[in-house]
């Protein structure tokens, strides 16, 4: 560019933009500094893998203002007309180094429920599957041949709830009549006489995390007599009962602190320390029932030492070390973040360990919230409603970032890619659905069920989606 009198001006400035690259949680990588206009996320990767001294170089999103940024910097500005006269703050999303192949086909419709389907859920490694059943039975599937494994009796009635412990060596299985009983998943056995001592139906189960304790021996179970047990299963007894509820419990969850979380009816979410059962916090905010809750570290919670490579392990130690490389890993510097769901249609985002008061009030559900999953990377909470929406909300802000709509009833249970890229719903129109996080857009319609989806779950190991509803079959979905 020239001046009127012919001299030639210095375009460089004119071309960088000032930016602050930060971590999810706002951390910044470094001081603000002058980039090139013409950079795009690939240029980016570059940088950031260079200032953080990655030895394997890592995949990175990045997003402005909760907006991926997926053309060069100078379109961007351009299109949404941002002013450069502060420094521009870019998060950096760390990636999944592996990809999940969507679902978009029933690989095996298997009879053998004679009731509707209530619960499945996938083993910690993904090697094994389980489901829990209105025919007051459990049971265990095999994936490779896709037939039924064990059918598991001794409940005596219908079974609303089950829960792999996260080194895969127990189920334990909750019932209307308040019952618990554990199983061994290798024979299918039980292994010792129910568990009992609620009054009422159980409403959840949650193991204590293995990077806590290995081999896995306790966990909560809770019910809608308004108390929580923790069990031992060695010992084979309540430990300590949780009480304190003036209603049903509707969920629990055992976190990576040690602390249990459970949500009631009598609309408070109440944190118990789990040496001696003591209560430490209450978390008040919501007019109606609590429904549901999620930890930000839940899915390496679930999963422990297993991961999508599928390595095995020969002792429990070795797991339990894993296990909380893991954990620490995926938690970071950060606290962990809790949200909760309601049937005042909404949520809420929590840093139970920072403030009794909540982070952020998350609306815009027009129905009761039934259901809330953060993603494994802890980047995205997704939410279930009955206003047949499913929301996608930021997890560390709990900003609204959009809604899936295309189902035509209430969506009853969502479940993500190991992955995070890809979000499962179930619904009472009797069909599946996948959506992609990155398009915002549905990626694949199942249809199949006869009637409603009640539950689903997505593999940890990425293969394989099951779901279960009211016309007694499991499918099994693959890529």
């Not at 009797?430 to 409603?452: A, F, N, Y």
Request: glycine share 8%; net charge positive; charged share 20%.
């Amino acid at each position: 560019m020239e001046t009127e009198t012919g001299e030639k001006r210095d375009t460089t400035t004119i071309n960088n933009v000032m930016c602050l690259l930060t971590h999810p949680d706002g951390a910044p990588l470094g001081a603000p500094m002058y980039l090139p206009q013409n950079a795009g996320p690939q240029q980016l990767q570059l940088i950031v893998n260079k200032i953080l001294d990655n030895e394997e170089k890592l995949p990175y999103a990045f997003y402005i203002s909760d907006e991926e940024l997926l053309v060069p910097l100078e379109t961007y500005l351009h299109k949404n007309k941002v002013s450069v006269e502060k420094a521009l703050p870019i998060v950096c999303q760390p990636q999944a180094i592996f990809r999940i192949r969507p679902v978009n086909r029933c690989s095996a419709t298997i009879s053998g429920h004679a009731e509707a389907v209530l619960t499945v859920a996938f083993s910690p490694d993904g090697r094994h599957l389980a489901s829990g059943s209105g025919d007051t039975t459990v049971r265990f599937w095999d994936l490779n041949t896709q037939t039924p494994l064990y059918t598991c009796t001794g409940h005596k009635n219908w079974v609303l709830c089950i829960a792999w412990s996260p080194d895969g060596k127990y189920l334990v299985s909750g019932s209307k009549s308040g019952e618990l009983q554990c199983w061994d998943p290798e024979t299918g056995k039980l292994s010792g006489n129910p568990l009992s001592g609620h009054k009422k139906w159980i409403t959840g189960i949650s193991w204590e995390p293995v990077h806590l304790s290995a081999p896995c021996r306790r966990f909560v179970s809770a019910s809608k007599d308004g108390d929580a047990r923790i069990w031992d299963v060695t010992l084979r007894k309540c430990v300590i009962c949780l009480s304190g509820h003036t209603l049903a419990i509707t969920c629990v969850k055992w976190g990576g602190d040690g602390m249990i979380y459970t949500g009631s009816q009598d609309c408070t979410i109440k944190v118990w320390e789990t040496t001696q059962g003591k209560l430490i916090r209450e978390l008040k905010g919501h007019g109606h029932w609590v429904n549901s809750l999620a930890l930000s570290t839940e899915y390496v919670l679930r999963t422990g030492a297993f991961d999508h490579t599928g390595k095995q392990y020969s002792s429990p130690e070795e797991m339990k070390k894993v296990a909380l490389e893991r954990y620490n890993k995926m938690k970071g510097n950060a606290p962990e973040r809790l949200v909760s769901g309601s049937d005042d249609f909404t949520m809420f985002l929590w840093e139970p360990f920072v403030s009794k008061h909540p982070k952020t009030r998350m609306t815009g559900h027009q129905q009761l919230v039934n259901h809330v999953y953060f993603s494994p990377d802890g980047q995205w909470v997704a939410s279930a409603s009955f206003d047949k929406s499913v929301k996608l909300w930021n997890g560390t802000t709990g900003k609204f970032i959009a809604a899936f709509r295309g189902h035509v009833g209430p969506v009853y249970q969502i479940s993500w890619s190991a992955d995070s890229r890809l979000l499962l719903s179930g619904s009472k129109d009797s069909t599946l659905k996948v959506w992609d996080i990155r398009t915002r857009k549905l990626k694949q319609d199942l249809p199949g069920h006869s009637d409603e989806v009640f539950s689903v779950d997505w593999s940890p190991d990425g293969e394989k989606v099951a779901s279960g509803g009211k016309d007694k079959v499991l499918k099994l979905w693959m890529g």
